[in-house]
């Protein structure tokens, strides 16, 4: 049985570039939240999906967007990239009613130059 | 506004002592609490979690303990062991906010043999 699985691991991009990032969620889970991880911070919540719509978003601006696939799987997109930007960004999943027990990838890491 | 601080950035423990990682909370929204350990390359796993009814669990060698007039809660590692060297994040569920999971910043625990 699969976990949370997301790609690419590492990934480096110049400013202004734009990123996506990639999760497949727990086999039987439904809900895909995604967190944006800085270097000695806890996670801080972006955004979750599910039914292929965005339900809750945290305190990111609209060049951070996503999408849901039927499939379950989800996509982190990320527009005109800053150096703030660099950070881990871990791909969580969860069924429906049981959000707080997550399941997390291992991360993409992204470093902006 | 850090709603859920783990004030201890580190802390070091010796082979079958026990560990006692803290947390503190401040908003009283906060109805049911989680520990996470995370690995170096890894995104963070479910640990053990409570209720805000309760006010302790117990799983094996980890116990959570909850003191909701402190907004204090406490996780206990006996014996510790040097597998459990990782980061433990807190994480408590806000019922008045969509659930949303808020997260501390993390204990480093070392447990050296």
Redesign the interface.
Known sequence: DAG?TQSPTHLIKTRGQQVTLRCSPKSGHDTVSWYQQAL??????IFQYYEEEER?R?NFPDRFSGHQFPNYSSELNVNALLLGDSALY???SSRQGF?????????TQLSVL | DQQ?KQNSPSLSVQEGRISILNCDYTNSMFD?F?WYKKYP??????LI?ISSIKDKNEDGRFTVFLNKSAKHLSLHIVPSQPGDSAVY?C?A?NAGN????I????TSLGVNP
């Open positions: 949370v000695g911070q806890g996670p801080q919540f809750q945290g871990l791909c969580a959000g707080e027990k997550l399941f997390f990838g291992s991360g | 859920v049911y989680l390359a890894e995104g963070p796993t479910f979690s994040f994480a569920v969509n659930r949303k999971l997260w501390g910043l993390g």
